[in-house]
Structures are given as C-alpha cells and as structure tokens.
C-alpha cells in the first residue's frame, strides 16, 4: 500500500504564506497523478491542486496565481506553496495520490490523514 504523510500546516495571518509537504512511502510501483484537496467546515472536499507524472497542473480557480504545486517524482514528493493566504483558504488539506502499489496491482486513490491550515488575523 502507499501511505501519505503530510506536514507544513498551521496558523497564519492573511496575506501570509504556508508551504505543504507530502511524502509517499510504502510500497510504490507508480504514482500517476498527486494532489491536493482541502475540505473547510461543513463543505464538501473539492480539488486545490493536481499535478501528473508528466508534470501537467491543474489548478482551481480560486487559488490560481496563488498557490503553487510542485512534484519530485524520483522522491514521491509533493509541495504546495500557498501565498497571499485568505481566511476562505481555511481547511484541512490532504495529500492524494492515484498509484500502483505494485506492477500488476490496481490503480487506486490513496489519501493522507490531512494538515490544517487556518488563516486568521
């Protein structure tokens, strides 16, 4: 299986930066796509940030221009710089993954535990 273990999250001023990190360890054949979503009290979980294998990203709308993804593939890794932070950007973020544990294993979702960020004067 892959696990998903994301840091960075906190409290911050608007106006202010946080960076997320995720890690994916385990057993990896192939990760195909990594991303972000957030879920904020009450609302459903809805998509931040994806980006393939190939490197593609795609973005919300809300957050382009503002938050940035990134990945290492050779590492498993993924990051989300956050910018110019809104309190509406409050939420648990988690960490996904679309992978193969192993070569001839099914392709699956797996998800992090997630990481709270509040954004707060």
């Known amino acids: 299986q892959v696990q998903l273990t994301e840091s960075g999250g906190g409290l911050v001023q608007p106006g202010g930066s946080l960076r997320l990190h995720c890690a994916a360890s385990g057993s990896i054949f192939r990760i195909e796509t990594m991303g972000w979503y957030r879920q904020a009290p009450g609302k459903q979980r809805e998509l931040v940030a994806t980006?393939?294998?190939?490197?593609?990203?795609n973005y919300a709308d809300s957050v382009k221009g503002r938050f940035t993804a990134a990945r290492h593939n050779a590492e498993h890794t993924l990051t989300l710089q956050m910018d110019i932070l809104k309190p509406e950007d409050t939420a648990i973020y988690y960490c996904s993954a679309v992978a193969q544990a192993t070569w001839h294993g099914e392709v699956q979702t797996f998800w992090g535990q997630g990481t709270q960020v509040t954004v707060a004067s």
């Open positions: 980006v393939s294998i190939r490197g593609n990203t």
